[in-house]
């Protein structure tokens, strides 16, 4: 499943455009996309959900493992496995570590291409985790994605379904009745703490 958080974090990280020489990353308005992932060997299905003006993100896991919600207004992230009936606190900072890479990574604009039925602008780009290149539309949702991850993992991700619509609310609130563990900061091989 890693290949799949790997692409999850790509697609959470909010770059606003810095200049003309840089993409918009964070989609402008609402917006469901579900992607083609594969890497590593694995390949699979993930759906995206993302409330614009609120700045959360919610990746539904392949084959209903559960799904995880990032909060960027209020800095705050967690996951939840359904088969466990579990919630994890995930720390902002490991749930956004990709942002690192955008920020100091250098964009270079390539052609157009046509994904999912809308267009989108190619973007190559370099940074710490190596070469990769996306494919972006004018309001900031990633169409398609290749390149290398830190660790020498790579993989590939494309958008099947783009559906700009309204996100329900509920949709991105964590769920109640389900028991709370913590993953400790700093340690993202770590497991878990228990749950209390």
Excluded: K
């Excluded at 493992?65 to 900072?93: K, L, S, T």
Aim: aromatic fraction near 8%; proline fraction near 6%.
């Amino acid at each position: 499943m890693r290949p799949f958080l790997l692409a999850a974090a790509l697609l959470t990280a909010p770059l606003a455009a810095q200049a003309q020489d840089r993409p918009q990353l964070f989609p402008t308005r609402d917006v469901a996309v579900t992607f083609r992932v594969a890497g590593q060997g694995q390949q699979a299905e993930l759906t995206m959900l993302w409330s614009a003006a609120q700045r959360l993100v919610r990746t539904n896991l392949p084959q209903g493992a559960g799904y995880m919600v990032v909060d960027h207004n209020g800095q705050r992230a967690f996951m939840v496995m359904e088969a466990m009936r579990m919630v994890m606190d995930v720390p902002i900072e490991q749930a956004t570590a990709q942002q690192r890479y955008f920020e100091t990574a250098r964009f270079t604009r390539g052609g157009t291409e046509r994904v999912a039925g809308h267009d989108c602008t190619v973007w190559r780009y370099q940074s710490g985790s190596g070469e990769s290149e996306a494919c972006i539309t004018g309001d900031g949702v990633l169409l398609r994605g290749q390149g290398s991850a830190a660790g020498g993992g790579s993989g590939r991700i494309e958008a099947v379904r783009v559906v700009y619509a309204p996100q329900d609310a509920s949709l991105f609130r964590r769920p109640q009745g389900y028991q709370t563990m913590q993953m400790p900061q700093g340690m993202p091989g770590q497991r878990p703490t228990g749950p209390r």
